[in-house]
């Protein structure tokens, strides 16, 4: 897998970019768990796509954008897979697509209908072109130039501040919180948050949440899931493990055996 960094005009809107070139042995197959990770992605298919093992996400189109996601799914992977992502920041879609981000949550949709034009003519020039990086320099070029003409949103810096403070904090802040430190009363800054962000503040925590649990594992592996649960901030480890198996599908303890740790919230 690739990876690379956004030209630094767009590090407040996406995050990073991340390609695979794969070719499986013939036969064979790889089932691959997509979990909630905070951010909204932009995939591009060259060639083949991967089958979703979940009637409510199939798709049969090259260019998808993946909103926030609530709840896991399963992809199944076999023969070539070729793919380009844009991993949005968690406020980052809002100053390039001009719809409620809520009609994307736990959706995967085909980019057509969103900003048909966007899919014309970016698609074309990042599937000929030869290289990761090739790729990474087109998008660079292109949504700097949609950032030159998006207009201001002005709500952008509130979300973006609010964001960052849900990170800070590792998802351990109260929505009441949340709401005091945007200025907004709870219910104006969560039908602000859940417009723009596309979740409810609530579940967006929930996520972080998960997010900082992969997070430390990733950097103790020796770290116990009774630890594990009081350091992200869950009532008791029986908190913990209901609502990470909600998230992902597995225990603590199941995941923890079968995947690498790693938080594309906090790492990277």
């Not at 991340?18 to 042995?25: A, F, K, R, T, Y």
């Not at 899931?225 to 599908?249: M, V, W």
């Amino acid at each position: 897998m690739s990876t690379s960094k956004p030209a630094s005009i767009l590090e407040p809107y996406i995050k990073q970019y991340w390609g695979i070139e794969n070719v499986l042995p013939k036969g064979e197959q790889y089932v691959h768990r997509i979990i909630p990770c905070g951010l909204s992605e932009l995939m591009f298919y060259f060639g083949e796509r991967p089958l979703v093992l979940d009637s409510r996400k199939s798709f049969n189109e090259n260019v998808v954008l993946n909103g926030h996601q609530k709840e896991f799914f399963d992809i199944q992977i076999a023969n070539q897979i070729s793919l380009f992502s844009i991993a949005f920041q968690p406020q980052g879609l809002m100053k390039f697509f001009n719809i409620p981000m809520n009609e994307a949550y736990n959706q995967s949709i085909p980019l057509k209908y969103i900003d048909r034009v966007l899919e014309k003519e970016l698609f074309p020039r990042l599937q000929d072109a030869e290289t990761f990086e090739q790729r990474a320099e087109i998008v660079n070029s292109h949504f700097t130039t949609l950032l030159a003409k998006n207009y201001a949103n002005f709500e952008f810096q509130r979300v973006r501040h609010i964001v960052n403070t849900i990170k800070s904090s590792k998802g351990l802040i109260g929505v009441d919180s949340l709401s005091s430190e945007a200025c907004l009363s709870r219910k104006q800054f969560e039908r602000v948050f859940t417009k723009h962000i596309g979740s409810t503040p609530k579940q967006y925590l929930k996520t972080v949440r998960l997010q900082h649990s992969l997070h430390l594992k990733s950097k103790d592996k020796d770290k116990s899931l009774t630890q594990l649960a009081y350091d992200c901030g869950y009532y008791d480890q029986s908190h913990f493990i209901n609502e990470f198996k909600q998230q992902t599908g597995y225990t603590p303890k199941q995941y923890f055996g079968n995947y690498d740790s790693y938080s594309d919230f906090f790492d990277g």
